[in-house]
């Protein structure tokens, strides 16, 4: 049972490049969310999905992009990185109402240069 | 606005030393408290979460919180630390907010332990 994988771990990027970070669950959550971590600042939803198929903008959606194709997967794709998008990327997941907690993934650690 | 503040960014404590992270929370319904702790380059994982009844909750790790409605505070404790303990803690408030379920962290405090 391996909860929230995320891949890659690590990923250097030149300004102007393309990625997509990936997530899978084998938790059978309905909700999964992206965040960014930054220094001083906590962590900041991106992205999130309520269910298969809908996504909806967090606090910092601004040059991100998701997709949620089926239950297991929620994917965050940056079309045109920058600096500014150096971070940590977490995903999450929850089930239930707002009392349950959630579960993160490891995290992507993402530099762009 | 809903926020989550700590306010103490760093704190060293020597082991063995009694601890206390504070975290402060604007929210205008019954919050959902949570801690969550992240040793270096590893995710967050959960220390312990209030939802209601008994004020004072026990979690992992031997720390617990207590929860103030009336100062609205959600204070970490732990009554001897561990070196291990050193790590970086998050508290956050879970909600139902615009529609969908959230969780909003505060800043984190990164907490140093002395040998």
């Known amino acids: 049972n391996a909860g929230v994988t995320q891949t890659p771990k690590f990923q250097v990027l030149k300004t102007g490049q393309s990625m997509t970070l990936q997530c899978a669950q084998d938790m059978n959550h309905n909700s999964m969310y992206w965040y960014r971590q930054d220094p001083g600042m906590g962590l900041r939803l991106i992205y999130y999905s309520a269910s298969e198929g809908t996504t909806d903008k967090g606090e910092v959606p601004n040059g991100y992009n998701v997709s949620r194709l089926n239950k297991r997967e929620f994917s965050l794709r940056l079309e045109s990185a920058a600096p500014s998008q150096t971070s940590v990327y977490f995903c999450?997941?929850?089930?239930?109402?707002?009392?349950?907690?959630?579960?993160f993934g490891s995290g992507t650690r993402l530099t762009v240069v | 606005a809903q926020s989550v503040t700590q306010p103490d960014i760093h704190i060293t404590v020597s082991e063995g030393a009694s601890l206390e992270l504070r975290c402060n929370y604007s929210?205008?319904?019954?919050?959902?408290l949570f801690w969550y702790v992240q040793s270096p380059g590893q995710g967050l994982q959960l220390l312990l979460k209030y939802f209601s009844g008994d004020t004072l909750v026990q979690g992992i790790k031997g720390f617990e919180a207590e929860f103030k409605r009336s100062q609205s505070s959600f204070n970490l404790r732990k009554p001897s630390v561990h070196w291990s303990d050193a790590a970086e803690y998050f508290c956050a408030v879970g909600m139902f907010s615009g529609g969908y379920n959230k969780l909003i962290f505060g800043a984190g405090t990164r907490l140093a332990v002395h040998p």
């Open positions: 999450a997941t929850k089930t239930g109402t707002a009392s349950y907690g959630y579960t």
């Open positions: 929210y205008g319904a019954t919050p959902y």
